[in-house]
């Protein structure tokens, strides 16, 4: 599987910032996702990043609040914008395997939004 | 619409116990089936999977699930539990539709007790 890393592990933001983590695969692959884990929840797919064309969100998710990047086949950026302490949560990435329908996944990104 | 339960948000077990995870689907068509596991501050590491075929999947780690199409279930054993399995286990159903998306279970808390 691939090795997926996502930068920052942490941080700790302030309210009404916006912070961008970064999603890095060691291969090249077609579709990335995004994930949100709030606390002591299971994972949301917040959107999915095709690389060549625009990220489609799930309902709930707009693109004004998490934009995406996917400027080739092995990254990805997340950022959460304008942030108030309910986007307090773990992100995380991941990719689709070479059977098209296994998801490895990043570390996470763990956000404390204060 | 498409959900997973998982009934049992904590489960302890004494190390060396066997194991058992329930976790039940609501999918209309063929379901893609996976267990992944998250280690405290960890992301999401893949178990085992079930596309098709044999219904009693291996997995890593000595764990292995039964799909049971009559029950739309798909729950994760292990014979002898080990201190090191204490962690979160998410069952995961695969819904295809353009682009595959995850839809996870709660997650199941495991702890073990020496």
């Known amino acids: 599987s691939a090795v997926i890393s996502q930068k920052p592990s942490r941080d700790i933001c302030q309210r009404g910032t916006s912070l961008t983590i970064q999603c890095q695969v060691d291969?090249?692959?077609?579709?990335m996702f995004w994930y949100r884990q709030q606390p002591g929840q299971s994972l949301t797919l917040i959107a999915t990043a095709n690389q060549g064309s625009e990220a489609t969100y799930e309902s709930g998710f707009v693109i004004d609040k998490f934009p995406i990047s996917r400027p080739n086949l092995t990254f990805s950026t997340l950022t959460v914008s304008n942030m108030s302490p309910e986007d307090s949560s773990i992100y995380l990435c991941?990719?689709?395997?070479?059977?098209?329908?296994?998801?490895?996944f990043g570390p996470g990104t763990r956000l404390l939004v204060l | 619409a498409q959900s997973v339960t998982q009934p049992d948000i904590h489960i302890t077990v004494s190390e060396g116990a066997s194991l058992e995870l329930r976790c039940n689907y609501s999918y209309g068509a063929t379901p893609y089936l996976f267990w992944y596991v998250q280690s405290p501050g960890q992301g999401l590491q893949l178990l085992l999977k079930?596309?098709?075929?044999?219904?009693l999947v291996q997995g890593i780690k000595g764990f292995e699930a039964e799909f049971k199409r009559s029950q739309s279930s798909f729950n994760l054993r292990k014979p002898s539990v080990h201190w090191s399995d204490a962690a979160e286990y998410f069952c995961?159903?695969?819904?295809?539709?353009?682009?595959?998306?995850?839809?996870f279970g709660a997650g199941t808390r495991l702890a073990v007790h020496p």
């Open positions: 991941s990719v689709e395997g070479e059977d098209r329908e296994t998801q490895y």
């Open positions: 291969s090249q692959v077609t579709m």
């Open positions: 079930y596309f098709s075929g044999d219904t």
């Open positions: 995961a159903v695969g819904v295809s539709g353009g682009y595959n998306k995850l839809i």
